[in-house]
């Protein structure tokens, strides 16, 4: 019967701390979306702290992060998540962002080469890899590259500045 009663005990209070989870979480992707980042930020860490194994909270708060501009803590949490799954390809991007933001032409570079590995003609990659090659001194490269997400991203622009460096109207 004790077994039985704290049995019981111990699945009320994990319904309540997942009760409690999805509360914050619907509060920190309330705040996100209304680009509350901070707010955001709290909330997911507080996710975090119960649980985690939480692979796409993590990514939001690296997000969160990102547009905080701390980017050491966001880098760390999108390397947290490609350590669970090396194939999310939003996470190589916005760990390409960070160092992009950084200056850290070849690690962004890199990080855009993987998420092109997962998605080939992803424009909001091939638009910034451009860039990096440019960066990078390769300008040839970079307008090849410039020129295939021009193609793939149809209705948005891709960078004039880059575009003219390319000799382009």
Same mark, same amino acid.
């Given at each position: 019967m004790?077994v039985?009663?704290?049995?019981?005990t111990?699945a009320?209070g994990?319904?309540?701390?997942?009760s409690?989870?999805?509360a914050?979480?619907?509060?920190?992707?309330?705040?996100?979306?209304?680009a509350?980042?901070?707010?955001a930020?709290e909330?997911?860490?507080?996710i975090?702290?119960m649980?985690?194994?939480?692979t796409?909270?993590?990514?939001f708060?690296?997000?969160?992060?990102q547009? *905080?501009e !701390?980017?050491?803590?966001? =880098? @760390?949490?999108?390397?947290h998540?490609?350590?669970?799954d090396?194939?999310a390809?939003?996470?190589?991007?916005?760990?390409?962002?960070?160092h992009?933001?950084l200056?850290d032409w070849e690690?962004a570079r890199d990080?855009y080469?993987k998420v092109?590995?997962?998605?080939?003609?992803?424009g909001?990659a091939?638009?910034?890899?451009?860039?990096?090659?440019?960066?990078?001194g390769?300008?040839l490269?970079?307008?090849?590259t *410039?020129? !295939?997400?021009?193609?793939? =991203? @149809?209705?948005?622009?891709?960078?004039?500045?880059l575009?003219r460096a390319?000799g382009e109207?």
């Amino acid at each position: 019967m004790q077994v039985l009663t704290l049995a019981l005990t111990m699945a009320m209070g994990l319904g309540a701390c997942q009760s409690n989870m999805d509360a914050l979480r619907a509060k920190a992707d309330a705040a996100y979306a209304e680009a509350a980042y901070a707010r955001a930020l709290e909330g997911y860490s507080a996710i975090l702290e119960m649980d985690s194994s939480q692979t796409e909270v993590r990514f939001f708060r690296g997000v969160s992060q990102q547009m *905080l501009e !701390r980017y050491p803590q966001a =880098m @760390a949490d999108f390397r947290h998540v490609l350590r669970e799954d090396p194939e999310a390809y939003k996470a190589w991007l916005n760990l390409g962002h960070c160092h992009y933001a950084l200056r850290d032409w070849e690690e962004a570079r890199d990080c855009y080469a993987k998420v092109l590995e997962e998605k080939p003609d992803y424009g909001l990659a091939l638009n910034p890899l451009a860039h990096m090659h440019f960066y990078l001194g390769d300008t040839l490269k970079a307008c090849q590259t *410039l020129r !295939r997400a021009e193609a793939v =991203m @149809a209705a948005r622009s891709v960078d004039e500045a880059l575009r003219r460096a390319c000799g382009e109207p």
